[in-house]
Nanobody, 115 residues
Framework: QVQLVESGGGLVQTGGSLRLSCTASGTIFSLAAMNWYRQAPGKQRELVAAITSGGITNYPDSVKGRFTISRDNAKNTVYLQMNNLKPEDTGVYYC?????????WGKGTLVTVSS
């Protein structure tokens, strides 16, 4: 069983920055792909950043150039650096671990971007 704990959310003004962290328990972190999803009020959960076990990253166009995902395998931690935040970035951000067919989710951290 893997537990994921997110932190770093909060209230920020438009144009500001936040850095989210997600720390995983267990021993499979370095073997797993890690993803950040967000869910805005009334909307479906969407992928905002992904990083493979080998460090290859992927982003949707909506955040490309503003968000950066990174990982520190020694700390079992994945990060999401978010710059130039916009009100539409508001939502609950969830960390996701993906290993084969196994998926684990954190409980989420709230990001609110005020205009």
């Amino acid at each position: 069983q893997v537990q994921l704990v997110e932190s770093g959310g909060g209230l920020v003004q438009t144009g500001g920055s936040l850095r989210l962290s997600c720390t995983a328990s267990g021993t499979i972190f370095s073997l797993a792909a890690m993803n950040w999803y967000r869910q805005a009020p009334g909307k479906q959960r969407e992928l905002v950043a992904a990083i493979t076990s080998g460090g290859i990253t992927n982003y949707p166009d909506s955040v490309k150039g503003r968000f950066t995902i990174s990982r520190d395998n020694a700390k079992n931690t994945v990060y999401l650096q978010m710059n130039n935040l916009k009100p539409e970035d508001t939502g609950v951000y969830y960390c996701n671990l993906e290993w084969g067919t196994i998926r684990y989710w954190g409980k989420g951290t709230l990001v609110t971007v005020s205009s």
